[in-house]
């Protein structure tokens, strides 16, 4: 079942820069001046629940564990469409607005890719 979905609409001219870092930053439409050329732009859409580290997120075909939530996660992405994701694997979130995910290599994003967030994974 899915709990969040939405697709990338914009892509931030330096937004692949924090892949080296392990790290994306989402931002709905809204994303300020100083923001937009680091971030993916995505639709903002709302989280039908609070999202936990029982759930699985996907960018395009790719599955990642979550293994940390920041509490202001759910919240930010709800309202914003903004959270940072860090694929360290690291199982406490330090940071209030950063989702954790296992530490697999991210895949391409292009405009049109389509991130979910679910309850578990999916059988291809």
Known sequence: MLIFETSVQEIGAEA???A???????FGDNAPEGLKEYAYQIIINRAKEEITTEMILAIGKTDF??????NLVTKNLNQLGHITMKFTGETTAELPGTLYLEGKEIPIITVGTK???GQQMRTI
């Open 16 to 18: 692949a820069l924090f």
């Open 20 to 26: 080296d870092d392990k790290m994306l930053i989402l």
């Open 65 to 70: 564990k979550i293994t940390a939530v920041g």
């Open 115 to 117: 991130i979910t967030i």
